[in-house]
């Protein structure tokens, strides 16, 4: 089991940046995968960003260039840098763990972050 804990949002203004953190209780490179996700208001949750274990990542095309995840295994915390902030980035982050054979997810409570015009 891993329980995940989300820090780091808020108010900022567009074109402004934030770095959310994302603290697991277990060693991360036991992770197969660890992610970012978001879900704005009426809408689905989507995937903002992805890393795996063997340091591989993934994003989304919205946030392509502007946004990058990356992992502290001496931490055991994943991050999330995000530049250039636009209003449509608003949303709750979630982070996510994937973990064994069958890809069981863990997901964090959240963090808001709000990004004012």
């Known amino acids: 089991q891993v329980q995940l804990v989300e820090s780091g949002g808020g108010l900022v203004q567009a074109g402004g940046s934030l770095r959310l953190s994302c603290a697991a209780s277990?060693?991360?490179?036991?992770?197969?995968?660890m992610g970012w996700y978001r879900q704005a208001p009426g809408k689905q949750r989507e995937l903002v960003a992805t890393?795996?274990?063997?340091?591989?990542?993934n994003y989304a095309d919205s946030v392509k260039g502007r946004f990058a995840i990356s992992t502290d295994n001496a931490k055991n915390t994943v991050y999330l840098q995000m530049n250039s902030l636009k209003p449509e980035d608003t949303a709750v982050y979630y982070c996510?763990?994937?973990?064994?054979?069958?890809?069981?997810?863990?997901w964090g409570k959240g963090t808001l972050v709000t990004v004012s015009s």
């Open positions: 890393i795996t274990r063997g340091g591989s990542t």
């Open positions: 277990r060693v991360i490179f036991s992770i197969d995968t």
């Open positions: 996510n763990a994937a973990v064994g054979l069958i890809q069981t997810n863990y």
